[in-house]
C-alpha cells in the first residue's frame, strides 16, 4: 500500500492509499489525463474538478517546505477572481485593521469590496484604479 | 398594421440567438450587432446580417443607441428588438427608435418610464389597491434622509437602484452603522449600470418567495396573463433557477395574482410582453415589487407550460396584431424548470470565472432545451455577464421534470470554464427543493460556505480518488515502476 495525497481544484488536499480507488468505486468521470504530471481532470455532477496526485516524493519535498519558500505572505491582497480594479480604498503606509475595505474589485458588472484579512501597515499598492487583473495576482503587500 | 420584415436584434449572447431563431421562423430577417470581443459570437454568424458597432466595452457598443439605430436604418430594418439587459428598458432609446421611424419591440417609451422607475411605478398602480412592501415614495441620495426613512421603516432594508433591475445596485442593510457604506456601493453601481444613482429604500421582507406573472398586451386594449413564474432561489439577488407553474401557489392565488398583474399593466397602458413581480409571504400575501418592461430571461419555462413563443408574439403584437387568443383559451400544460448556466465558481461564493470554452456538449431529447449564446472555443470575459446558456426542461408534473434536468445536467459538459451545472445537480437533490418548500433563503441556508465546502470536499475526494485509480491503471500498462 502507497500514500498518496491528491490536491483538488488548488483547494484542498485529499490523503489516499493506493488501495482506496479499488475498496471503493468512484462516480467521476475523468474527461482528462496528463498522466507524467499526474494531474486529471474529472467531472461529477455537472462540475469539473481539477486532481493533482502528488507521490511520496511530492510529499517529501512538500514537507521540507521547498514548495513554498518562494510563496508571498498569506497576507499579501490577493485577486480572487479576475476584474477590473473599481477603486483603491488605501496607500502605502495605511495602518489597516482586519476586516477594513482596501479596494473594490468590479468583475461581470458586479462590485466586490475586498477586506484586509490581518491587522498591519501597507507596504505597497501594486494596481490602481482602471487596472484589469487576472485571479491570484497579488494587488496589495503588507509589511512583515 | 406595420409590415415587418427585417429586424435589428441589439442585444447578445444566448437571448440574441434565441430572438433570431424566431425571426428565422417566422421568415423574416436578422441583423446583428457585436462589439469587437464578439466577432466570433454565434448571435454573429446565426444572423442575416452583422454590423460592428464598437469596442468590447458595452458603454461604447452594446449601450450605443445613437449607433444602433443608425446601423438599423442603414441596413434596412424595420423594428429593433432590445432583448433584455442593455437597452431595454431605457425609455429614452424606445422613444428615439419610434422617432426614427423604426418599431421598437417592446412597450411604449411611456410605460418603460413609469415602470421603470420604482417610484412612479408605485405611484402607477397604487389607484388599484395592488398591495406593496412599505419604502420610500421618493428617490434618495442624501444619508440623512436615507437613514431616518431606515429607520422610521425599521431594519433590516432593502437599498435599491431607482433605475435598477436585475439585482443590481441591490443592497440588503441590517443595521444603521452599515447604512452609509452600502448606499456609496449600491449608488455606485446604480451609477455604473445604468446611468442614474439614484436608490431608495424599502423593508426588506425576510426570506419570501419571489414569483412573478407573465403578461401579454396587445393595442387593442387586451390583457391576458400566462400564469406565474417561481424565481426564489436566487444567489446575490439575482436568480439561478426559474420554474413553473409554483407548486406553492393554489389556483386560487394564481387567480388573484393574475388579476393583479392584469391591473398593473393597465395602470400604464401597457403593451407587449411584460412581467409583473411580486414578494409572496409564507401567508400566501403578495406584494407588488416591480414590472419588468421587456422579456425576460426565464420566458422559457412559460413558453413550455403555455407552447406560446413569447418573442413571436411579441413582433406580432409589435406589427399591431390583435392576440389570437384569450385569457380562457390559456392553460398550464405539465411543469418547467430552467437552470441558468453562469461561468462562475459555485464552491467559491459564485465568483465569476472567465476563460476559454474547451470542449461543449449539450444534453438532448423530448423536453430538453439549450438557449446558449457560446461554442467550443469562445471566450468567456470580463466585459459581459456571466451568462453562458439557459438548460431549459419539461415534464408532464414537477417529479418528472426534476429528475429531467439531473439527466440533462449529466449530459451538459463545459469544459474550461466553472459553471452553475453543479449547483443545479445540488439543489435539484436537496429535499427542500424537491417538495416545493423553499424561498428567497435556499441558498444562504442550504448552500452556504460551509454547506457548500462540505459538498465540495465530499465531491472532491471522489474526483481524487477517480484520478488515483486512472493514474494507478495507467502506471500498470505502462510497467513502469511504483514509486
Known sequence: ?144 | MNRINKILVANRGEIALRIMKTIRKMGLQSIAVYSEADVHAPHVSYADEAVCIGPAVSAQSYLRGDEIIRVAKEMGADAIHPGYGFLSENAGFAEAVQKSGLIFIGPKAEAIRIMGDKLSSKAAVKKYNIPMVPGTDHAISDYKEAAEVARKIGFPVLIKASAGGGGKGMRIVDKEANLEEEMSRAKNEAKAAFGDDSVFIEKFVSSPRHIEIQVLADSFGNTVHLFERECSIQRRNQKVIEEAPSSFVTPELRQRMGEAAVLVAKACSYDNAGTVEFLVDENRAFYFLEMNTRLQVEHPVTEFITGLDLVEEQIKIAAGEKLSFSQHDLAINGHAIELRVMAEDVWNGFAPDIGIVKQYQIPQGAGIRVDDGIREGSEVSIYYDSMLSKLIVHGKNRTEAIAKMLEAINGYFIDGVHTTLPFGYFACKHPAFVSGDFNTSFISEYFNEEESEKIFTEQASEAAKAALALYLGELKKLRLPLH
Open chain 1, 1 to 144: 500500500m502507497k500514500n498518496y495525497q491528491a490536491v483538488v481544484n488548488d483547494k484542498i488536499t485529499v490523503d489516499l492509499t493506493s488501495e482506496q480507488p479499488h475498496a471503493l468505486p468512484a462516480r467521476g468521470k475523468v474527461v482528462k489525463s496528463d498522466f507524467y504530471r499526474r494531474a486529471y481532470r474529472v467531472r461529477i455532477n455537472g462540475g469539473y474538478y481539477d486532481v493533482v496526485i502528488k507521490n511520496a516524493l511530492d510529499l517529501l519535498i512538500d514537507q521540507m517546505g521547498l514548495a513554498h519558500a518562494a510563496s508571498s505572505s498569506a497576507a499579501d491582497l490577493q485577486a480572487p477572481m479576475p476584474g477590473l480594479i473599481v477603486d483603491v480604498l488605501v496607500a502605502e503606509g495605511d495602518e489597516i485593521k482586519k476586516g477594513d475595505p482596501l479596494l473594490i474589485l468590479e468583475a461581470m458588472k458586479m462590485e466586490n469590496k475586498l477586506t484586509s484579512a490581518v491587522d498591519g501597515i501597507v507596504q505597497s499598492v501594486l494596481v490602481k484604479a482602471g487596472d484589469t487583473v487576472e485571479k491570484n495576482t497579488t494587488l496589495i503587500e503588507f509589511e512583515k
